[in-house]
């Protein structure tokens, strides 16, 4: 008998080899990008970040959609929809979305998106949001805001810093549906692959990533998102430090070690 969405979590959860699976579980409501999923897949991935065990985070969708984004009944700004809340409600879900997306960033794991469908506004900002994006190739992108009167802007904070902006200000003007082979040409994601090999090829990915420092991969995640908004003077003061205090860890003592011995690493926390 199939569950109703009351009893339903809102994602589910699975992790193998030090790797953390989350999949958005509201495929019939194409996965919208609620206050309950937003608030959910934060408590996922902020558990994470303090599980030494797991080293990647995966993020994909259950059914055809990963995700088409907020929830418009949550975001209208309709004055039939609790009048006097309307603006406190809205600001409430951009918020929440926030913190989820900066979580992200943030987040001393690995992220990938697994894109297994349609992502849509909110749900095209997450895949931007992610360090790293795979999608099937029959999957579709857009940033619609302008055919409902409004304007996809938060979407674009991070659509805007995986694009060229022409290409990010195209999809945001049209709101147009762009197809995957697009998305890899703009830069929104890394590889397009059949569906029937996504999950696959995700796997292949997020394995890979498990095997290697998890130390390392923390400190030059952190590095990276601090430089690349930064001018290229400050961006070679704040990378060189952070470089410096990697070559100097004991993980990388420890890789070095390893090459000249020829034998495999023993990182830390595996």
């Known amino acids: 008998m199939t569950q109703n969405n009351e009893i339903q979590p809102y994602v589910l959860a699975t992790t193998t080899n030090h ?3 989350l999949s958005m579980n509201r495929p019939k409501e194409r ?3 609620s206050s309950a999923m937003l608030k959910t897949l934060y408590k996922h991935i902020s558990e994470a970040n303090s599980n030494d065990d797991i080293r990647v985070i995966v993020i994909t969708g259950e059914g055809g959609v990963f995700s088409a984004g907020h929830d418009l009944k949550e975001m209208s700004g309709r004055k039939e929809n609790c009048e006097p809340d309307n603006a406190k409600r809205i600001k409430t879900v951009l918020d929440d979305c926030t ?3 900066m979580s992200l960033v943030q987040s001393p794991k690995a992220v990938i998106a697994c894109v297994q469908g349609t992502a849509s506004a909110a749900g095209c900002q997450l895949v931007s949001m992610c360090d790293l994006a ?3 190739d029959k999957a579709k992108f857009c940033a619609p805001g302008v055919n409902i009167g409004t304007f996809c802007t938060t979407p674009l904070v991070g659509i805007g810093r ?3 902006r022409k290409h990010a200000m195209e999809i945001a003007l049209t709101g147009d549906m762009f197809d995957a082979e697009d998305a890899m040409r703009f830069g929104l994601v890394n590889k397009v692959v059949k569906a029937e090999e996504l999950t696959e090829e995700v796997t292949k990915l997020a394995n890979k990533i498990a095997q290697k420092s998890a130390v390392g991969i923390h400190s030059g995640k952190l590095a990276f998102y601090q430089q690349i908004d930064q001018s290229i003077e ?3 003061v704040s ?4 470089m410096l205090q990697a070559m100097l860890s ?5 890789g070095v070690s390893a090459f000249f011995e020829k034998r495999a690493p023993q990182w830390q926390g595996l």
């Open 19 to 21: 790797v953390l699976w």
């Open 31 to 33: 996965n919208p990008l």
């Open 99 to 101: 913190q989820l997306m």
């Open 134 to 136: 795979i999608t099937q």
């Open 162 to 164: 995986n694009m060229h």
């Open 234 to 236: 400050d961006a070679y």
């Open 239 to 242: 990378a060189s430090n952070a």
């Open 250 to 254: 004991d993980e990388c003592e420890e």
